[in-house]
């Protein structure tokens, strides 16, 4: 069974890249959906975080508060990269099960879907780390029109996170979309089969 990790920044169209791999049999793994699900349901990460961070990060149903923890790391680096390296050991853990799982039923790969893919380590799991992107313009737009923010917004979002030099010098393949939605799929899907055997 083959491990792609899938990377790039917002915007770029790694959804469509991840349908045309879920199309092809394989099983998607979103991290961010992986660290939610955690941060709502795992007691051992809560006690994890809670003994870094102090209880102030929870709500009143004793929950990690997402906007409580940001607010505690987010302007003070040490405690970011702490936070990583609390919730990459516990969001790794997770991946691991999902992928036994997927090669149990049988499924030729498994898609991480990771915005930190390179810098958490777990691209280098991966049989192939695709990087997908997209000009600028395109995805600033995209963002806009997806989640419904003002466009200084969504130009703030694109500027806060790797240039494309990062992920051309990280990834095994990378994925240009600056075309039509069918085009870009159609340019993965020929990617993918060689990946897939």
């Known amino acids: 069974m083959k491990r792609i990790g899938i ?6 169209g790694k959804t469509t890249a991840l349908n045309v ?25 809560r006690e994890a975080l809670t003994g870094r961070f ?9 929950k990690v508060d997402r906007k409580a923890l940001g607010n505690v790391v987010f302007a003070d680096p040490e405690a970011l990269a702490d936070l990583n390296a609390i919730t990459h050991r516990f969001i790794t ?5 999902q992928v036994a799982r997927a090669e149990a039923e049988g499924r030729p790969a498994v898609a991480i879907d990771a ?10 799991t991966c049989d192939a780390v695709v990087g997908i992107l997209a000009p600028k313009e395109m995805r600033v737009r995209r963002i ?7 466009e200084a917004y969504a130009r703030k979002r694109v500027e806060a996170q790797q240039g494309d030099d990062f992920f051309r010098a990280h990834c095994t393949h990378i994925l240009e ?11 993965a899907l020929a990617l993918f089969q060689t990946l897939i055997p």
Not at 22 to 42: C, F, K, N, R
């Open 144 to 150: 806009m029109a997806r989640e419904g923010i003002s």
């Open 7 to 12: 990377t790039g920044p917002t915007g770029a």
């Open 115 to 124: 915005i930190a893919l390179i810098e958490s380590g777990v691209g280098e």
């Open 177 to 187: 979309n600056q075309g039509s939605p069918e085009e870009f799929a159609q340019k």
């Open 21 to 45: 791999l879920s199309a092809l049999g394989a099983h998607i793994i979103d991290a961010d959906q992986v660290y939610h699900h955690l941060l709502e349901d795992s007691a051992p990460l």
């Open 93 to 97: 853990g997770e991946i691991d099960r």
């Open 54 to 62: 102090g209880t102030a990060i929870l709500n009143q149903a004793g």
